[in-house]
């Protein structure tokens, strides 16, 4: 059973920074992809960024030059640091692993931005 477990959230002023964590049950290595989705109260969930096994990484719009998403192989887990956080930002923020064809989340992280 792959488990995925967040942390890392909480409440932080406009322009401050915050770093989520992501713990998985099993060797990140197994995964395809992982990412970190959040959703805001009425709206969609939505990719905020992702990173492929071998390295590569995505971005939304929204969140490019403020927000970097990296792993630890060692640790099993997957990181993103929020920088210049900006209200918007408010959401529940959730963990994410793709594996062939097979998709889990995590519980999800609470993260609010003050203005």
């Known amino acids: 059973q792959v488990q995925l477990v967040e942390s890392g959230g909480g409440l932080v002023q406009a322009g401050g920074s915050l770093r989520l964590s992501c713990a998985a049950s099993?060797?990140?290595?197994?995964?395809?992809?992982m990412g970190w989705y959040r959703q805001a109260p009425g709206k969609q969930r939505e990719l905020v960024a992702a990173?492929?096994?071998?390295?590569?990484?995505d971005y939304a719009d929204s969140v490019k030059g403020r927000f970097t998403i990296s792993r630890d192989n060692a640790m099993n887990t997957v990181y993103l640091q929020m920088d210049s956080l900006k209200p918007e930002d408010t959401a529940v923020y959730y963990c994410?692993?793709?594996?062939?064809?097979?998709?889990?989340w995590g519980q999800g992280t609470q993260v609010t931005v003050s203005s």
């Open positions: 990173i492929a096994s071998g390295g590569g990484t």
């Open positions: 994410n692993a793709f594996i062939t064809n097979r998709s889990y």
């Open positions: 099993i060797n990140i290595f197994s995964f395809n992809v």
